[in-house]
């Protein structure tokens, strides 16, 4: 069976030790180089997974032969360069959500992979989680007839280092966990979203340099009403980062779905309620998935348009809330 070699680059996003782990584990793909701009968690990094070739400037690594795919997982900021380095150099890339922080940068990386005809997979895990896909098997065999409104929470904790900082993330919680349940929507109607009415605060944590909490309301082309809780409400002692909990209402059903409720409270020798999740594994699909489109020359899942098409939600969000008014999509 032939192997696709990967790379990771930068760790500075917390769901890459999790891809990392991920690699380890399938006999299809194996992580040969860790790329990182922070030294020290480059060094912890590969000591924990075992890598030996390491580079702090991601050119040298990109320069290798024996690289057929990158998983990029930086800062948001940092996702355009890399991604377009990665393209240029003829590498298939997995890029973490969101796809970038502003639609220009978005563009650059698409035109760029479109040109060198490489893959380019967004992180949306949640079209690889069991009980989302098999919500998506659901509408589509009609079991809730024609679909007319959307619920969705993506809720969480603050997941702190840099997750704040407006010029390394382009925002809080609106940037973070918009465009998880936004994606889930577009992918289960089929459908554009057309105007976005977003109310923004930061009222949980007034330390932050960015808000904390948001409401968002969708209509999609089709009449489609959707809404996103994307907060950052859940408290910094919460046994688990958050939630993606969907409500479809349609003509013929009602279909709700807690993606993450398959777990076990534990409470044990006086230590405080632990969460231990028993659900299915969706950064593994993800990554087994995008393995058969590189080897089968297919379709990832969710494409770089499925990602600019989320961050353009979030960022008509933002100027929603600055003006207060609906935006019309597309922004450009």
């Avoid at 009449?223 to 409400?233: E, N, Q, R």
């Avoid at 909990?245 to 003509?251: K, N, P, Q, R």
Wanted: aromatic residues 10%; negative net charge.
């Amino acid at each position: 069976m032939k192997k696709i070699r990967f790379a990771i680059l930068s760790f500075a996003h917390v769901h890459a030790w999790s891809y990392a782990r991920v690699l380890r584990q399938l006999t299809e793909a194996e992580l040969v180089a860790i790329y990182d701009d922070d030294l020290e968690r480059l060094k912890r990094a590969a000591e924990l997974y075992g890598v030996k070739d390491t580079y702090a400037d991601y050119r040298q690594l990109l320069k290798r032969n024996d690289v057929d795919a990158v998983i990029i997982a930086s800062e948001n900021a940092k996702h355009a360069e890399l991604t377009i380095a990665s393209a240029e150099a003829g590498k298939h890339i997995i890029v973490e959500k969101p796809l970038a922080t502003t639609l220009e940068d978005a563009e650059r990386m698409l035109k760029a992979v479109e040109k060198a005809g490489v893959k380019l997979q967004q992180a949306f895990v949640m079209r690889y989680h069991d009980a989302t896909v098999a919500v998506k098997r659901m509408l589509d065999d009609g079991a809730a007839g024609k679909i007319l409104a959307i619920t969705t929470t993506n809720h969480g904790k603050f997941p702190g280092l840099w997750f704040d900082d407006p010029k390394l993330a382009g925002g809080g919680a609106v940037m973070d966990h918009t465009v998880h349940t936004t994606d889930l929507m577009r992918w289960y109607t089929g459908d554009e979203v057309e105007e976005v009415y977003a109310s923004i605060g930061r009222n949980i944590r007034s330390v932050l340099r960015s808000e904390d909490c948001a409401l968002i309301s969708l209509k999609f082309r089709s009449g489609v009403i959707g809404s996103v809780d994307c907060s950052w409400s859940r408290h910094d002692s919460w046994p688990i980062w958050g939630d993606v909990y969907l409500a479809v209402f349609g003509t013929e059903g009602y279909i709700v779905v807690d993606a993450f409720r398959s777990c076990i409270n534990l409470v044990s020798n006086g230590r405080p309620l632990t969460w231990h999740y028993f659900g299915p594994d969706a950064d593994t699909n993800m990554i087994k998935d995008f393995v058969r489109a590189v080897l089968e020359d297919g379709q990832p899942r969710a494409t770089g348009l499925d990602g600019y098409k989320a961050l353009e939600v979030a960022i008509a969000a933002y100027e929603s809330d600055r003006k207060n008014v609906p935006v019309k999509l597309p922004l450009r």
